[in-house]
């Protein structure tokens, strides 16, 4: 005899809603599958790697040959993009705009995390930017015009405190490199210098070379030639230790002057592009870095090439954040 088991209401209401739930979940499992293969797909289309200074310059030139290594690697265009202005920050509000998918990146600089110090409104925070990997760093070169009656860093010194704003210095903006770099240089040897605002490095430095401006702080790549040509006189470099392009020049510290100052070139993208693809974007841009070719570029530029896990990349962020916000307080720097 057959035995018939009736379900009561509430036996009936969970059966029910194991159904449905089993219907649910096998009807996410195609969603699923399709995100994965969005995240594995990547890239489909071109990327953008915005860079927020003019062509030529410290961050352009590497940024170009980071560029095109990925287009190779990932088999599709990584167009680099000129978006000069605002010491930068015109390129990250662009990059902080667009949709955090890995389709627009950035080459970051110590001019990204500082922004943030010096405007009250600027327009993105530290935490809106995802670092992938450095690319370089670089020190920055004291060029003098051979005007200047002073082959030494002392001399020049000596001359400055005998005649307090006898030489000018170039910078392009309040909380520039050079800004800062001059104003340390000031407090910490007693010198008093005057300060010529440039809307850019290349009019500063045309002018050292014609002998109006005294001194200007610039990254090596601008100041090598005009010194190997006997243009310009190179008196000290911000690093810990001497450029092997220009090795007969001291660093500050070595002259007794305690001030270093490096720079730092990276990728970034914006905080929220899934971690596979900053991942996978990290292992190219080790394995860009690594290249003979272009270890040759940032030897030729002065620099260093060096990549970073995101990890290493956000300390340096962190730490120009910690060692620059006291020196924009004490100069009085910020703005609106």
């Given at each position: 005899?057959?035995?018939?088991?009736?379900?009561g209401?509430?036996a009936?209401?969970?059966s029910?809603?194991?159904?449905?739930a089993g219907?649910?979940?096998?009807?996410?499992?195609?969603l699923?599958?399709?995100?994965?293969?969005?995240?594995?797909?990547?890239?489909?289309?071109?990327?953008?790697?915005?860079?927020?200074?003019?062509?030529?310059?410290p961050a352009?030139?590497?940024?170009?040959?980071?560029?095109?290594?990925?287009?190779?690697?990932?088999?599709?265009?990584?167009?680099?993009?000129?978006?000069?202005?605002?010491?930068?920050?015109?390129?990250?509000?662009?990059?902080?705009?667009?949709?955090?998918?890995?389709?627009?990146?950035?080459?970051?600089?110590?001019?990204?995390?500082?922004?943030?110090?010096?405007?009250?409104?600027?327009?993105?925070?530290?935490?809106?930017?995802?670092?992938?990997?450095?690319?370089?760093?670089?020190?920055?070169?004291l060029?003098?015009?051979?005007?200047?009656?002073?082959?030494?860093?002392?001399k020049?010194?000596?001359?400055s405190?005998?005649?307090?704003?006898?030489?000018?210095?170039?910078?392009i903006?309040?909380?520039?490199?050079a800004?800062?770099?001059?104003?340390?240089?000031?407090?910490?040897?007693?010198?008093?210098?005057?300060?010529?605002?440039?809307?850019g490095?290349?009019?500063?430095?045309?002018?050292?070379?014609?002998?109006?401006?005294?001194?200007?702080?610039?990254?090596?790549?601008?100041?090598v030639?005009?010194?190997?040509?006997?243009?310009?006189?190179?008196?000290?470099?911000t690093?810990?230790?001497?450029?092997?392009?220009?090795?007969?020049?001291?660093?500050?510290?070595?002259?007794?002057?305690?001030?270093?100052?490096?720079a730092?070139?990276?990728?970034?993208?914006?905080?929220?592009?899934?971690a596979?693809?900053?991942e996978?974007l990290?292992?190219?841009?080790?394995?860009?870095?690594?290249?003979?070719?272009?270890?040759?570029?940032?030897?030729?530029?002065?620099?260093v090439?060096?990549?970073?896990?995101?990890?290493?990349?956000?300390?340096?962020?962190?730490?120009?954040?910690?060692?620059?916000?006291?020196?924009?307080?004490?100069?009085?720097?910020?703005?609106?």
């Amino acid at each position: 005899m057959a035995l018939h088991v009736r379900l009561g209401p509430l036996a009936a209401s969970l059966s029910v809603a194991r159904m449905v739930a089993g219907l649910c979940v096998a009807s996410l499992i195609p969603l699923f599958v399709s995100l994965g293969a969005a995240a594995e797909s990547w890239p489909s289309r071109p990327i953008r790697l915005l860079i927020g200074f003019p062509p030529g310059g410290p961050a352009d030139i590497p940024g170009r040959a980071i560029a095109e290594r990925l287009s190779q690697s990932l088999g599709t265009s990584v167009v680099a993009e000129n978006k000069p202005g605002a010491g930068g920050m015109l390129a990250t509000q662009e990059l902080i705009s667009q949709p955090a998918d890995g389709y627009t990146l950035s080459i970051c600089t110590y001019f990204d995390p500082v922004n943030t110090l010096l405007y009250r409104k600027a327009r993105y925070k530290v935490s809106d930017i995802a670092p992938v990997s450095l690319i370089g760093t670089y020190d920055y070169v004291l060029a003098v015009a051979n005007s200047v009656p002073a082959d030494t860093l002392s001399k020049l010194v000596e001359i400055s405190k005998a005649s307090p704003d006898k030489f000018n210095y170039g910078h392009i903006g309040i909380g520039s490199s050079a800004n800062l770099i001059f104003k340390l240089l000031e407090k910490r040897t007693g010198i008093k210098m005057t300060a010529v605002p440039f809307k850019g490095s290349a009019p500063a430095m045309q002018e050292v070379l014609a002998g109006r401006l005294d001194l200007y702080i610039v990254p090596p790549i601008s100041a090598v030639q005009a010194y190997d040509a006997r243009q310009i006189k190179v008196l000290a470099v911000t690093g810990k230790s001497r450029l092997p392009v220009m090795p007969q020049v001291a660093t500050l510290q070595e002259l007794g002057v305690p001030l270093v100052s490096v720079a730092f070139v990276g990728v970034c993208a914006a905080t929220g592009t899934p971690a596979d693809i900053i991942e996978k974007l990290n292992g190219l841009v080790r394995e860009a870095v690594a290249t003979p070719q272009y270890e040759h570029l940032m030897d030729t530029l002065g620099a260093v090439p060096i990549a970073s896990s995101p990890e290493e990349l956000q300390a340096l962020i962190d730490s120009a954040v910690r060692d620059t916000a006291p020196i924009v307080d004490e100069f009085k720097l910020q703005m609106d």
